[in-house]
């Protein structure tokens, strides 16, 4: 376990890390939550949609089962009226049997005995708690009505139910004297077979209310309502207990004729389910067949409904309110248990990638993210130990193979390594001793070129020399308060390098303009990136503009990828600057900025930056040239 031991400039770049990066993790754990809430109000959401089905269900099945028992009755009555019947006892036992099978079945509302003809042969209607005949001059004929017809083509032991409508008698909505609401019906009509001849039709009226609000109320909680309702969208029941009927099968009726759709117009009766959500309300509505066509004994009235719609809504009055909210803060907050699982396991999860990330390169890591990882003094005393060397690469000119020029790097060699500029340099910036940094490498640029004077090729080529925000401050004063103080002879070879994010402000440019005016060459180095002004570039003649890598294609063949490399030859090469391109490591690239006439190459497909002695070794051999 020794790779879990840390330091102490270890423990300090884990935790400027950990510090740096965090928005990314953050910015993680908000997405997450609102993907949790999301999806834990779907969850929620559907399952309570699963449960409404079921409830639907439910309720239809009951419903089937309520229809069953009330067959059942006719079954037992027209039993009863046969076995008097085949007995021939008078008539008036079967007014008792009627009447004692109506005290029985409360639920029937009317009952009759038709002929062959259509006509009433005794009728009982359901009075105030008890039942009665009615008079015989009160009976109807019903050969004209459109259910005796229907009832004429049932065979032996075959019933006809109606549509599920307000009782009416003689065009009058029949009203319910104990409770003074309309009377919903369902008719079972029968036919009276003894011995295999038809005798005439029993026809039974059965009162539907009750039932209907132990449908609308199946659920027994407050807030969570069933409505049932036909094909064409009437309600047959209702969610106001004043009418709790919505339907009238009379058209020109007004009392009655509220439809599903008042309540809820996002059903859609081309779908046979649905789920919405209206004013708050979680709903979910499936559409049966109608139960009676699917036995050959049950047959439907022309004027029954061919489906039966029930539609399941919770509102903000059912226990399930809070499932109801639809606020990402109430989810949040609901599903906090989750939210914290998810957040600790993000930040855990980010916390080990650090960890592996330091255990792969621990040296690399510590030197990124330890900031302040030298102490200024260290860095003064190692300037002026000379622990900071020159490395030099070359700058190739592509169109004819000479060299144009290097440029002088800064390297630290320390305990043993050569440390790159990425290692140190941001400590130096920020202790301010990037003038007494590039003053260094001048005093040794100065030196290696004693010796550089003895090959011509790298007589005639220029060094550069990177020449920081304090250095350049200095420069450009009257009396320039730096150490790089350039001779006549130094003029001509010694090119200052203006570094990308040097301010070129109007005091600044002036200056300039004065030291171009005394033979002093200045170079910008990785334009495109920092703060070049181009329209002050371009009011200088042999100026050189260093391009950076970023800009230089990778795919020369993709055009987007050329576009800013073409427009810099159009700015620069056409109009007499001296453009060199950086950062350059194929040979397609090399062929491709040749065409485009660029001379200035500097990059690793030629060379790494090198020593002195390594840089005399490469001119000499000049194995450069059968790269081009």
């Not at 409404?52 to 089937?64: F, G, K």
Request: proline share 3%; net charge negative; charged share 25%.
């Amino acid at each position: 376990m020794s790779f879990m031991k840390t330091d102490a400039s270890e423990k300090k770049a884990l935790k400027q890390a950990f510090l740096r990066f965090l928005p990314i993790p953050l910015v993680v754990i908000i997405l997450s939550s609102l993907l949790i809430s999301f999806s834990y109000f779907n969850v929620k959401k559907h399952t309570l949609m699963h449960q409404q089905q079921d409830e639907i269900v439910s309720a239809m099945l009951d419903y089937r089962d309520y229809v069953s028992y009330m067959t059942s009755i006719v079954r037992t009555i027209e039993s009863d009226y046969l076995a008097l019947a085949a007995r021939g006892d008078p008539e008036t036992d079967f007014e008792d049997m009627f009447m004692s099978n109506m005290l029985e079945y409360p639920i029937i509302d009317k009952l009759q005995i038709l002929d062959l003809n259509g006509m009433e042969i005794l009728r009982l209607n359901q009075g105030d708690g008890a039942p009665y005949v009615v008079a015989e001059e009160d009976l109807q004929d019903k050969s004209d009505r459109y259910f005796y017809q229907e009832t004429r083509v049932l065979g032996r032991h075959q019933f006809l139910f109606s549509a599920l409508d307000l009782n009416i008698d003689n065009g009058v909505i029949d009203i319910n004297p104990e409770t003074g609401l309309a009377k919903p019906t369902l008719r079972i009509s029968s036919p009276v077979d003894i011995n295999e001849q038809r005798f005439g039709y029993l026809v039974i009226n059965f009162l539907m209310r009750e039932k209907l609000d132990d449908i609308r109320d199946f659920l027994n909680t407050e807030g969570c309502r069933i409505l049932m309702f036909n094909e064409n969208g009437y309600l047959y029941n209702d969610a106001d207990d004043n009418n709790n009927f919505g339907f009238c099968y009379d058209e020109g009726s007004t009392r009655y004729s509220r439809t599903i759709y008042d309540f809820f117009p996002d059903v859609d009766m081309a779908e046979s389910t649905g789920f919405f959500i209206h004013d708050n309300k979680l709903c979910s509505y499936t559409l049966f067949s109608n139960i009676y066509e699917r036995s050959k004994d049950y047959f439907l009235a022309a004027a029954s409904a061919k489906q039966l719609g029930f539609l399941l809504y919770y509102d903000s009055q059912s226990p399930y309110q809070n499932d109801l909210r639809f606020s990402f803060f109430y989810h949040l907050l609901a599903s906090w248990e989750i939210q914290l699982s998810a957040w600790v396991g993000i930040l855990l999860l980010y916390w080990l990638m650090l960890r592996l990330f330091f255990v792969f390169d621990r040296m690399r890591f510590t030197d990124l993210f330890a900031e302040n990882r030298y102490a200024k003094s260290t860095l003064r005393q190692a300037i002026r130990s000379h622990e900071f060397v020159n490395y030099y690469q070359p700058i190739i000119n592509i169109q004819d193979g000479t060299l144009l020029g290097i440029e002088a790097l800064s390297r630290w060699k320390s305990q043993g390594q050569v440390l790159p500029p990425s290692m140190f340099i941001d400590e130096v910036l920020h202790y301010q001793l990037g003038q007494m940094l590039d003053e260094n490498v001048f005093l040794i640029v100065r030196e290696d070129r004693k010796r550089m004077e003895k090959y011509p090729l790298l007589k005639n080529a220029f060094i550069s020399i990177n020449c920081c925000q304090q250095t350049f401050n200095s420069l450009i004063k009257e009396q320039p308060t730096t150490l790089i103080r350039l001779t006549e002879e130094e003029k001509t070879y010694i090119v200052l390098e203006l570094l990308e994010n040097i301010v070129f402000n109007q005091n600044s440019q002036e200056r300039i303009r004065e030291l171009y005016k005394h033979n002093i060459i200045f170079a910008i180095d990785d334009f495109g990136t920092g703060n070049s002004n181009v329209a002050f570039i371009r009011s200088f003649e042999n100026l050189k503009v260093k391009i950076d890598r970023t800009f230089v294609p990778v795919d020369t063949t993709n055009r987007k990828e050329r576009v800013i490399i073409e427009a810099f030859v159009k700015m620069f090469i056409d109009q007499g600057l001296k453009m060199i391109v950086e950062g350059v490591e194929t040979p397609e690239q090399i062929q491709y900025l040749k065409k485009l006439g660029i001379q200035g190459v500097q990059g690793f497909y030629f060379s790494h930056p090198m020593t002195i002695d390594q840089l005399i070794e490469f001119i000499e051999k000049q194995e450069y040239r059968t790269k081009l």
